[in-house]
C-alpha cells in the first residue's frame, strides 16, 4: 500500500513540475525572442507567444501587439548591437511569472538590470509583460559620465568658493579626501608636497603670508569624467604684502576627486617665475 501511495505522490509531483514547465514555456519562448537579432525568425518566435491583444510596458515603450513588440527589440538592437541578454529563475505564481535580468555588453559589463513580470493566458500565450529598470545601472554611458560630471563640477565649485571667497576652511574640509596631496610649484615661497588637510592649511596659512587675493575672472570649468578629472582656469589679481605692488595671474588648477571628495590638486600659473618673484620683491 506504501508503494502505491508513493507512486500517486510522485506521479502527482511529477505532474505539478510539468505544469510549471508548461508556464515557463512561454517565457522561454520570450526569452528566445530577445535574444534573437534576425528580424524574420525573431518575429516567427513571437508569434508562436504573443497576440494582437498582448501588451508590453517598460520605461521605454508602451505598446500591444504582435509587430509593434517585434519593433521594440528591433529598436533596441539598433541602439545595442553587441548585447547579449541573461536572466535568473522564475517564480511562478498561478497565471504570473517573474525574473530577473541583466543585459551585458560584448566585454561582460553591465549595460542595465531589471525585473519583469509576466501574466500568461494559460494557453501557451503571454497576454502582458511589465518591465521594471535599476536606474542607477541603465543609465547610460553618456548619462552616467554627464551625472558624474556634475557631481564633480560641484564638488570643485565649493572648494573654491571655500578658499578664494569664504575662506571657510570647514566646509572645505568636507570634501577633501583624508590623505589628500596638494603639488605647489617648489619656485614659490610657499612650494612643495602636503598631504593630508592639516598640511593644507598650513600651506594656506603659510601663503596668506605672502599675498592677499581676490578673483578677477571667475573660473572656466572642464571635465574628464571617466577618470575623475577636473581642471579649471581663472584669473587671480593678487597684493604683494612685501611691496604693496598688483598682479594680475592666470592660473589653473588640475583636481583628482574619488567617490565625491578632492584627492589631488596641482595649481599651475602662467609664469611661475614671475610669480615667485612678485611675491619676494619689496618696496
Known sequence: MRKIYLLCFLFILSGLSAQKKD????????????????????????????????????????????????????????????????????????????????????????????????????????????????????????DALKKLESENFNVVAQYFESVFKTKDFIKMSAVIEDGAIYNQAEGLPYGGTYTGFTEWTKMFTKSAEFFSLEVEKEPTYFSDASKNEVIIY???????????????????????????KITAIRPFYFDTKQFAEFLKSKK
Open 234 to 260: 581663472f584669473t587671480v589679481k593678487c597684493t604683494a604684502k612685501k611691496s604693496g605692488k598688483s598682479l594680475s595671474m592666470p592660473i589653473s588648477e588640475h583636481f583628482d576627486l574619488k567617490n565625491g
Open 23 to 142: 508556464k515557463l514555456y512561454p517565457i522561454t519562448i520570450y526569452e528566445k525572442a530577445w535574444q534573437e537579432k534576425n528580424n524574420d525568425a525573431r518575429l516567427k518566435l513571437i508569434k508562436s507567444i504573443w497576440l494582437e491583444d498582448s501588451t508590453f510596458e517598460d520605461p521605454s515603450a508602451s505598446i500591444k501587439g504582435i509587430a509593434a513588440f517585434n519593433n521594440v527589440i528591433a529598436e533596441f538592437y539598433k541602439k545595442n548591437p553587441d548585447a547579449v541578454l541573461t536572466s535568473g529563475a522564475k517564480v511562478v505564481k498561478d497565471n504570473y511569472v517573474t525574473w530577473e535580468w541583466k543585459v551585458l555588453d560584448s566585454k561582460s559589463n553591465v549595460i542595465m538590470t531589471g525585473r519583469d513580470f509576466a501574466r500568461l493566458n494559460g494557453k501557451g500565450q503571454v497576454s502582458k509583460i511589465i518591465g521594471f529598470w535599476d536606474k542607477e545601472v541603465t543609465m547610460s554611458e553618456a
